[in-house]
């Protein structure tokens, strides 16, 4: 039997703000919806040490932890320094060996450090520029939900994403994933629940999903 109001914690991806999760509700008499934001790293920080800093903003105990992308990653590593309800992923991975094989060809080349992250800060080039549909659609997005254009943090984050170290992962965990997602591919993912038609944005253009589900995942041993 259910008793309680269960906390639910949610991380946005890389650069993102908690905006992404505007269309996820869960019914308030059983969850509180709690969102976590990006901080700007302090120098060479670890992403264990950046974890440790972001569980200074969770207020509460026994909670759900859900993150998205690079936030499933970073819940991942808090999940590691308290004790949590539920672990929730959603469009991520669980290990260095669910990394698509261009991310690790960028890792084993150094590449990630020639991205051109200051560009990030200059979205109306993009706009200027965006010929058709689909391209306008995608700046649109990305103006409405990246809130981060710090040079600091994009080069961490994605220094990070791509040399996650991590083999194992928790047994416990609940990994959402979708079969188009073309960020991860769903082919080196493994242990995942799989949403047909899913992209790397499903949690905002599949949110019915989400909160017909989520409610459920939750709640279930």
Known sequence: MFQGVIHVYLMPGMAASPKIFEYINLPKDQFDIHYLEWMIPLGDESLSAYARRMCQHIKHENIVLLGVSFGGVLVQEIARLIKVRKLIIVSSVKSKYELPSRMLLVKSTGAYKLVPTHLASKIEIFEKYAFG????????????????????????????????????????????????????????????????????????NKYKWFNENLPKIIISN
């Open 133 to 204: 549909k689909l391209m306008t659609k995608r700046v649109e997005l990305y103006k409405k939900y990246l809130s981060v254009n710090n040079n600091t943090y994009l080069s961490w984050a994605i220094k990070e994403m791509v040399c996650w170290q991590q083999e194992t992962y928790n047994p416990n965990i609940v990994h959402i994933h979708g079969d188009h997602d073309s960020v991860f591919p769903i082919k080196y993912i493994e242990n995942c629940m799989v949403i047909p038609n899913g992209t790397h944005i499903m949690i905002i």
